[in-house]
């Protein structure tokens, strides 16, 4: 509760501070959301007993400096399960320099082009549903696909063609992953570790063609990113020959995301369905390797083995580990997913979507390596300001399903139930 005094008193002062600019535009949104899981917990650990521990403030500003230069900023105060506990953070800030149609620059903390709703996609006024298919905008991955730190260009060609416009971006920069980011989490409890994450890079695009068509659009995004998790105290687990080990370089990852889509909107109709696929490599870094295999030779020789033998024995026993441990984290998955939204009236709409997920594409048998959601839900409007949602889940599979704390194994066939009251102004 402290958390979030003092992240609501950070959002006035900066209110303060601008509010008296000129030519600033300053709009803000609260959510209070409710989840309940039968059978399973998802997204966070308690929702099998319903939780309303998904809450967002955000406030942002944004102001042109003239016709080519725009600068803005989000303040955002967020509780998610275990993540957040209402720190206010910056959440995205930036400076946008458009030279004409065809090219612009960005500089700053700035949103990821991936998928067509990434961008937007804590702007609940702009969809209907309260969470998107958590297959390609899984909400747990939030803090590692929202935003990067670094520069982009963009622009829009042919404009002037019969064949349709092209819209494109590319970025090159950082992540900023919080150390209570769930990924990190479940990595620090598998090696039992107090590790982070730190990025190398992030890279990629986005291009998305509208045709002649009205209301529809084809998108693709790529994303490219090499970084390394640092273990303070990797775990014993590793080999229990392992006696007095320890590394500040351990895990080097790689990962890939290709998105393609396809949208149609017509009168009150949108329908749209994208297909994302995810690529995670992982390998120890050469630092882990050495510390490991000297520290299994040293225990080896200690026992009585001749060096030769030693060696071997350290060989083997990292190649024992890596396969042990890093096949954990190596993930070659994929999601994709079909939705139909209609706007009924002015103030009320509704939605329906399925989807699958699968932890390896190549092998859909296991009911824990894949998760099917059907699900629909309605969304209205009381006023310019104010909006109820509500949505039903119907999942087989148990991917990214959490164990609730009663209970020893996860169930195959589950459901959510989610609410949501939102506030703009």
Known sequence: MKNYFISLFSIYLFVNQVVAAE?????????????????????????????????????????????????????????FGDEGNFKTTLDWAFGDYQVNEKFGMRVGRIRLPLGFYNEYRDVDSAQTAILRQQGPYHEPMRAFILSYSGFGIYGSLFSESKAGVLDYQLYYGTLDIPSDFSLLRFVNERLNTTGGLETEYIRGGQVVWTPPVEGLRFGYSLLDYNGAFNMTSP?????????????????????????????????????????????????????FQNSFTQSISAAAVKAGSSSAVADATASAALSQTSDAVLKTFSQDQMSWYLSASYQISDNFSNFISYGE????????????????????GFRYDFSMN??????YHSFSGIKDALIPSNKSVASDKWNMFATRVSFDF
């Open 235 to 287: 775990a014993l687990i590793f080999n229990p020959a392992l006696t007095n080990f320890s590394v500040s370089d351990g895990i080097e990852f790689a990962a890939q995301i290709r998105n393609f889509g396809i949208e149609y909107q017509r009168g009150p109709w949108t329908l749209c369905a994208e297909y994302q696929s995810f690529q995670l490599d992982a390998k120890f870094s050469s630092a």
């Open 357 to 376: 997920k699968y932890a390896d594409k190549t092998n859909k048998g296991s009911s824990t390596g894949y998760r099917k959601d059907t699900s629909f």
């Open 23 to 79: 030519d600033m535009a300053i709009h803000g949104s609260i959510s209070q959301s409710f989840i309940k899981t039968a059978k399973n917990d998802f997204l966070f650990s308690g929702t099998n007993k319903g939780s309303f521990e998904f809450t967002e403030a955000v406030i942002n500003t944004t102001k042109s400096v003239n016709n080519k230069l725009n600068m803005g900023a989000q303040l955002l105060s967020r509780n």
């Open 386 to 391: 104010w909006r109820a949602k509500v949505e």
